[in-house]
């Protein structure tokens, strides 16, 4: 009896390694670097001088350079390896920072984030497909809501600390800082694996990842979700009225807060036995959560409804974001990990562009309540298809 015990029951791998531990140093780099700014630039453009629509294309110009360079990241990784694709995408995301600490120019705002996002993207792909490769298959939910903590420690407080600290000491010390920040990374690529992806092939390629519903599937709905994180990171600071300030702040703290626990929890659950199926099952929760939590956001004169908003979103948002990576990760062998991880993050920044684009000219027209209402109702529909009968 014991020995079927032993049998039916394996050890579990171990989770934390050194090599994840010493990836984790370039992850909180990248994490601290990115969203000190994210919130940040678009006030400072404002300050600028730029109009509100302006304000909204920086967020645009930094993910659709991410789109852009998504695609072509697989193809770096094959031909230098996973350090030095690293090493560059380290340097595109902190040497830009500096320089916006070091001039004033709307002109250097826009070129700054173009080559902000174009690096997060490299270290999005060949980070997120090196990062599973040091987790086992066997605990890949619970280990990318791990990845989840640890990158989303320094989101939640880097986020509204950009907004806080650029109020009150100016924008050069965070630019300088999410500059440090980034290149500080660097002093631990040495000791990482020097991976290199094999998805140049047709059959493991992004393009074959774009034509597999398998994965376009989870990542077209996931992207709906990130359409409303560009559109709250990007404009929430600016829906409340100045005296409202803190709440803004506030609510950009539990959004994020919010999402690691919703990550967390999915990863717990998809770890089990047969859990895969179940955490498909909680995408749609998350999206309708999420959609949810958009719709309190639109009452941005009720403090309250603003904060409850963003943990409600959050929470959902979280859940989407663990269920979609875990699933696609699943999906393919582990030569296409660098595909699949582009595809997601194609997802990702491709919503995040487009949902700060079209809610900036949208809120010209009917106002910051009003764009929140409309968005909430995209989110609401973006889940019909899966929920219609006869669909899976």
């Known amino acids: 009896m014991t020995i079927q015990a032993d049998v039916a029951a394996p050890a579990r791998p171990p989770l934390v390694t050194r090599p994840l531990l010493i990836r984790f140093v370039s992850v909180i780099g990248t994490a601290t670097s990115f969203y000190l700014l994210l919130s940040a630039v678009p006030l400072y453009a404002r300050s600028a001088g730029a109009s509100t ?53 709307v002109g250097l705002i826009l070129v700054a984030c173009v080559v902000r996002g174009a690096g997060f993207a490299v270290l999005c792909v060949a980070g997120g497909a ?21 990158s989303g420690i320094p989101s939640v407080a880097a986020l509204p600390l950009g907004v806080w600290l650029a109020g009150h000491f100016g924008y050069r010390p965070v630019f300088a800082a999410g500059g440090l920040a980034a290149l500080a990374g660097l002093a631990s690529l040495p000791w990482l694996p020097n991976t290199r ?5 047709r059959a493991d390629g992004m393009l074959a990842a774009l034509r597999n519903p398998a994965l376009v599937r989870p990542a077209a709905l996931f992207s709906a979700t990130t359409m409303a994180v560009g559109i709250i990171v990007t404009f929430l600071p600016l829906a409340v009225t100045r005296a409202d300030a803190n709440v ?37 929760p998350g999206v309708l959560a999420a959609a949810v939590g958009v719709l309190m956001l639109s009452l941005t004169a009720v403090p309250v409804a603003v904060i409850a908003g963003a943990a409600v979103f959050g929470l959902g948002f979280g859940v989407g974001q663990n269920v979609t990576q ?56 973006a889940v019909l298809p899966a929920i219609l009968p006869g669909r899976r």
């Open 130 to 150: 090196l990062t599973v490769s040091l987790i086992p298959a066997r605990r890949r939910g619970e280990g990318l809501a791990l990845v989840g903590l640890v």
């Open 197 to 201: 992806s094999t998805t140049t092939t």
């Open 248 to 284: 803004a702040a506030l609510a950009l703290l539990v959004q994020p807060a919010a999402a690691i626990a919703g990550r967390w929890l999915a990863g717990r659950h998809g770890d089990r036995p047969g859990g895969q199926q179940r955490s498909s099952a909680l995408l749609v």
């Open 53 to 105: 629509g302006l304000a909204g294309l920086t967020t645009t110009a930094l993910t659709l350079s991410s789109v852009a360079a998504y695609p072509v990241t697989p193809r770096l990784m094959a031909r230098y390896g996973s350090r030095a694709v690293l090493a560059g995408g380290l340097l595109a995301l902190g040497l830009p920072a500096l320089a916006l600490a070091a001039w004033d120019s």
């Open 326 to 381: 875990t699933v696609m990760y699943d999906r393919v062998p582990e030569s296409a990990y660098g595909a699949s991880s582009a595809l997601w993050n194609l997802a990702y920044d491709g919503g995040m562009g487009l949902g700060a684009a079209g809610f900036g000219l949208l809120a010209l027209h009917v106002g910051y309540p009003i764009a929140f209402v409309l968005v909430a109702a995209i989110l609401a529909a």
